[in-house]
């Protein structure tokens, strides 16, 4: 009686680190990139913003972790402005072990509102596998629940 006790209490502890080992190398890594103004109307904190409150969207979705911190966006030379991603930084993102590059733009509609989209591009393959955009007001608490919304759309989809 108690050998099998053990044994069952052995089992579950294996099964139970088999689970949490697959959900951790199983997590999907998406680098951020900056957020693309081909307008220019939009404030660099505005940008940022966007940026970090698509980073905690992704990072708080389960089995996905975001990146901003990925320097790759050096590499395109007018990045910020046509939101093109080259060959060559594709393959420097796969080689940083990132699954996917999310690419967000924002373009203001009036002087309140603005459209956020972005797409989720396959860094093995250049595909574009998910995109989406949603209308907002400029406001922070606005453009928060429009990237969490945004967010959600695009890594449920993947």
């Known amino acids: ?23 951790f190398y199983n997590v999907k890594k998406v680098a951020i990139t900056e957020v693309v103004d081909k307008s220019g109307d939009v404030s660099e904190g505005t940008k940022e913003f966007i940026r970090s409150a698509l980073t905690d969207a992704i990072t708080h979705s389960e089995g996905y972790k975001g990146y901003a911190s990925i320097s790759f966006v050096s590499l395109e030379v007018n990045f910020s402005k046509t939101g093109n991603i080259s060959s060559a930084s594709l393959t420097y993102v796969r080689k940083q072990e990132m699954s996917y590059i999310l690419v967000s733009k924002v373009t203001p509609l009036d002087k309140k509102t603005v459209l956020l989209s972005a797409n989720i591009i396959n860094t093995a393959t250049g595909e574009i596998v998910e995109s989406s955009s949603v209308r907002t007001y400029a406001d922070t608490d606005c453009l928060r629940s429009a990237c969490n919304a945004l967010a959600y759309k695009l890594v449920g989809a993947i």
């Open 1 to 23: 009686m108690k050998t099998r006790f053990i044994l069952l209490v052995a089992l579950f502890a294996l099964i139970s680190t088999t689970t949490v080992s697959a959900q």
